[in-house]
T-cell receptor, first 116, second 105 residues
Framework: EAGVAQSPRYKIIEKRQSVAFWCNPI?????LYWYQQILGQGPKLLIQ????????DSQLPKDRFSAERLKGVDSTLKIQPAKLEDSAVYLC??????????????FGPGTRLTVT | SQQGEEDPQALSIQEGENATMNCSYK?????LQWYRQNSGRGLVHLIL?????REKHSGRLRVTLDTSKKSSSLLITASRAADTASYFC?????FGTGTSLTVIP
């Protein structure tokens, strides 16, 4: 079974530029998550999708971050414009639905973003 | 803000010893999960315990849950150098701050 795919693996941009990350979840997984992980901290949920609907985006900085999951499969997370404090690893995860609830998450390798 | 908080923040033990990490959370839960993260394999799910369970085992892992105290603990028995990693508890999609475990060969 193929795992969660993410690209690119690394990205360096200057502040005020824009950047986009792509995620392809495990086939059949209805729930998709984007996390931001700053060095030394736990993953912080940015947005959770169930199929192509948003379940939780309470911690997404909506003035600069956006995400979409067209057709309920792969997803794109965008930052525009980037700030220095956006430097982090962006993790994508997916999970299956069991009895209407999502449980074990499978994580991709992440995209390491450096904003200079 | 994150849901859980792990304690201790860092733990260093000798190979063969047991390691215990604790997690406290803030709101009522349906289940609590533990994950491990190291540079080689990324973030990996270890074990899930449901709110109506008090203890669960998986290999060398033992997890307990006390919903009245809103806390959980992860015990790793007979630790190995390969257990060196950061360990996180998670409730729903919210992760704690993590415990960094170093197992010295």
């Amino acid at each position: 079974e193929a795992g969660v795919a993410q690209s690119p693996r690394y990205k360096i941009i200057e502040k005020r530029q824009s950047v986009a990350f792509w995620c392809n979840p495990i086939s059949g997984h209805a729930t998709l998550y984007w996390y931001q992980q700053i060095l030394g901290q736990g993953p912080k949920l940015l947005i959770q999708f169930q199929n192509n609907g948003v379940v939780d985006d309470s911690q997404l900085p909506k003035d600069r971050f956006s995400a979409e999951r067209l057709k309920g499969v792969d997803s794109t997370l965008k930052i525009q414009p980037a700030k220095l404090e956006d430097s982090a690893v962006y993790l994508c995860a997916s999970s299956a639905l069991t009895s209407g609830r999502a449980y074990e998450q499978y994580f991709g390798p992440g995209t390491r973003l450096t904003v200079t | 803000s994150q849901q859980g908080e792990e304690d201790p923040q860092a733990l260093s033990i000798q190979e063969g010893e047991n390691a215990t990490m604790n997690c406290s959370y803030k709101t009522s839960i349906n289940n609590l999960q533990w994950y491990r993260q190291n540079s080689g394999r990324g973030l990996v799910h270890l074990i899930l315990i449901r709110s109506n369970e008090r203890e669960k085992h998986s290999g060398r892992l033992r997890v307990t849950l006390d919903t009245s105290k809103k806390s959980s603990s992860l015990l790793i028995t007979a630790s190995r150098a390969a257990d060196t990693a950061s360990y996180f508890c998670a409730t729903e999609a919210y992760f704690g701050t993590g415990t960094s475990l170093t197992v010295i060969p």
